[in-house]
T-cell receptor
Framework: GAGVSQTPSNKVTEKGKYVELRCDPI?????LYWYRQSLGQGPEFLIY????????DSGLPNDRFFAVRPEGSVSTLKIQRTERGDSAVYLC??????????FGNGTRLTVT | AQSVAQPEDQVNVAEGNPLTVKCTYS??????LFWYVQYPNRGLQFLLK??????LVKGSYGFEAEFNKSQTSFHLKKPSALVSDSALYFC?????????????FGTGTQLKVEL
């Protein structure tokens, strides 16, 4: 596969539940980003990994949100105790250092 | 802090006419500027970027953008619009100093090209 892959494409969960969103970046891309896009808005930065480490997590809204990238490739965004306000499309992107970001198709999260 | 403004929520243009989608930015240091396009239920696709050099940047699908430092603008243009250009367009910026590779996006402009 040539592109960034995100699974699942859609996730419906109940308020208070825990969810995990997965991102498979383009092979060889060292940088990985998570963004959140609410309806009618542009993507908002959440967190950026360079290799295995989170280089910048300043966009995570609160401590219910956490992301990992243990082997420097696949990343998982984890949301605890989901709230209705967490409903959005979660976008993952990867890049080589200094190159444009390549985005996946996103995971649409709906919290009921 | 870096920011992007896209003053138009929607731009309508007739097929064959030139189009412009506006973007202004604010950033520390020299700007790195980008345009992305988003089709329904899809991720963002890279169109073009300005890092340094010529102020007129050419990108995919016949699009181009003009960097204007004095007006802090980076408007997207195309000489002759196609119906298939109809989509949501995002301008993004990051600074050359600090902030890593973190892009800040505008709120998007819906382009509608009609026959």
């Amino acid at each position: 596969g040539a592109g960034v892959s995100q699974t699942p494409s859609n996730k419906v969960t109940e308020k208070g539940k825990y969810v995990e969103l997965r991102c498979d970046p383009i092979s060889g891309h060292t940088a990985l980003y998570w963004y959140r896009q609410s309806l009618g808005q542009g993507p908002e930065f959440l967190i950026y990994f360079q290799g295995t480490g989170a280089a910048d997590d300043s966009g995570l809204p609160n401590d219910r949100f956490f992301a990992v990238r243990p082997e420097g490739s696949v990343s998982t965004l984890k949301i605890q105790r989901t709230e209705r306000g967490d409903s959005a499309v979660y976008l993952c992107a990867s890049s080589l250092q200094g190159s444009p970001l390549h985005f996946g198709n996103g995971t649409r999260l709906t919290v009921t | 802090a870096q920011s992007v403004a896209q003053p138009e929520d929607q731009v309508n243009v007739a097929e064959g006419n030139p189009l412009t989608v506006k973007c202004t930015y604010s950033v520390s240091g020299n700007p790195y500027l980008f345009w992305y396009v988003q089709y329904p239920n899809r991720g963002l696709q890279f169109l073009l970027k300005y890092i340094t050099g010529d102020n007129l940047v050419k990108g995919s699908y016949g699009f181009e953008a003009e960097f204007n430092k004095s007006q802090t603008s980076f408007h997207l243009k195309k000489p002759s619009a196609l119906v298939s250009d109809s989509a949501l367009y995002f301008c993004a910026v990051r600074g050359s100093t600090g902030g890593g590779n973190k892009l800040t996006f505008g709120t998007g402009t819906q382009l509608k090209v009609e026959l």
